[in-house]
């Protein structure tokens, strides 16, 4: 599985912006997708995950109620749309996918995810 991520870009406090990230090679649609983001100097962090129905979602404390990702297995592509941006938020945000867990969870860590995309960056000034 390959995965491109694209939208980022720079904007104030307050903004909003829509990371796309296409998947590309042999049964994407059957992975979980996630965002993740890193800032300067810092983890790579969880950022939001969601089936690969869109039925089961989970975001990070830091993002609910801001973010919203969501999946058109149409076209291979998840989406990250972010509202009530914060200097915070400033970091690369990557997409990565993993083959459903037997649990039936959506994994926050990220070694458990087995592809990733190349990373956009996001810039949000005060």
């Known amino acids: 599985v390959q995965l491109q991520a694209s939208g980022g870009g720079s904007v104030q406090a307050g903004g909003s912006l829509r990371l796309s990230c296409t998947a590309s090679?042999?049964?994407?649609?059957?992975?979980?997708k996630a965002w993740f983001r890193q800032a300067p100097g810092k983890e790579r962090e969880f950022v939001a995950a969601?089936?690969?129905?869109?039925?089961?979602?989970d975001y990070a404390n830091a993002v609910k109620e801001r973010f919203a990702i969501s999946r058109n297995n149409n076209k291979n592509e998840v989406y990250l749309q972010m509202a009530d941006l914060k200097p915070d938020d400033t970091a690369v945000y990557y997409c990565?996918?993993?083959?459903?867990?037997?649990?039936?969870?959506?994994?926050?860590?990220?070694?458990?995810?087995?592809?990733w995309g190349q990373g956009t960056q996001v810039t949000v000034s005060s």
């Open positions: 090679g042999r049964a994407s649609n059957a992975y979980i």
């Open positions: 969601i089936s690969t129905s869109s039925q089961t979602i």
């Open positions: 990565a996918a993993v083959a459903p867990l037997f649990s039936g969870s959506l994994p926050q860590q990220r070694e458990t995810y087995t592809y």
